[in-house]
């Protein structure tokens, strides 16, 4: 036992150190968009933040904070990315009167077609997130151009990322969808045929999956989905790349190749996303 302990003593300095910055939670309640929800959301601000400036913003769900933060760390060094505050909404949860979960909301949240997701954040987490500081007292001030958002997650994470910036390409133009649940569990399965007849938004996304994701005889297969996201997304003119990798239903894989994603979606932040030319020729006539 005394030799565990004293091995933990070496590690914990080390773990400490998986990101430079300084990290914030946020405990919420009181949404009226998801009422009865209660939830954590952890935010990231790295060091080079200098609290007067309003910086760019990348959203993660479920909890990605970890990652976004080394990625964040290592990217805004060498200029490949700006400096950035990742903020990570964790799914909702409905508690009794005892405290105790009775529904965990992911599902109603992540999935969702609609804009809902979009609004929660922009009328209540963000404006939330802005109201707190740093310990040094540092304000936090999130840039409103959409180019200067990201937003990220993987299974209904994923979707939801998509689908956030679908809706509202106002808020963001920069999208991570790690095996996403472009199935028929809410309606993502439409997501192909809309993005082929739909007007191109300014958008840039970064699909990945496994081969051997999820398949499920009322749904379908996740990994099919993906590449028929892909195909849509390609015809449809968007600036877009994927990777496909080996394994199930898992963002183990996407966790991996974070860095050089974050890379790739930000390589032209000082000069913005631009909206593609779709190859539907109907589209493109009227």
Same mark, same amino acid.
């Given at each position: ?151 990220? +997650?993987?299974?209904?994470?994923? /979707? ?5 910036? &679908?809706?509202?390409? #106002?808020?963001? !133009?920069? @999208? ?74 898992? +963002?183990?894989?996407?966790?991996? /190749? ?5 890379? &790739?979606?930000?390589? #032209?932040?000082? !000069?913005? @996303? ?13």
């Amino acid at each position: 036992m005394k030799r565990l302990l004293c091995l933990l003593a070496t590690l914990l300095p080390f773990a400490a150190l998986a990101y430079n910055g300084e990290m914030l939670t946020l405990k919420m309640h009181g949404s009226k968009i998801y009422p009865g929800s209660v939830r954590e959301v952890k935010i990231y601000i790295p060091k080079q933040y200098d609290g007067t400036t309003p910086t760019a913003l990348i959203v993660g769900t479920d909890s990605q904070e970890t990652v976004l933060a080394e990625c964040i760390d290592s990217l805004v060094v060498d200029g490949s990315m700006p400096v950035t505050i990742a903020v990570v909404v964790r799914p909702g949860r409905i508690l009794n009167a005892k405290g105790d979960v009775v529904r965990y909301n992911r599902s109603n949240e992540y999935d969702r077609m609609d804009g809902r997701f979009a609004s929660f954040l922009e009328k209540e987490v963000l404006p939330q997130v802005e109201q707190l500081k740093c310990a040094d007292g540092r304000a936090i001030l999130l840039s409103k151009n959409p180019s200067m958002r990201a937003i990220t +997650g993987s299974s209904s994470g994923g /979707i939801c990322a998509f689908n956030a910036a &679908w809706q509202r390409p #106002d808020m963001f !133009s920069r @999208v991570y969808a790690m095996c996403g649940t472009f199935v028929p569990f809410r309606g993502g399965d439409q997501y192909p045929a809309l993005v082929r007849k739909g007007e191109p938004r300014a958008l840039r996304v970064f699909l990945q999956d496994n081969d051997e994701d999820t398949w499920n005889p009322l749904f379908g297969s996740w990994f099919e989905y993906n590449t028929l996201m892909l195909s849509a997304l390609q015809f449809a003119g968007y600036d877009v790349r994927h990777q496909w990798d080996k394994g199930g239903h898992s +963002g183990k894989n996407g966790r991996m /190749i974070m860095k050089e994603v974050m890379r &790739w979606l930000w390589h #032209d932040w000082q !000069s913005g @996303v631009k909206v593609g030319v779709s190859g539907n020729k109907s589209l493109n006539d009227i």
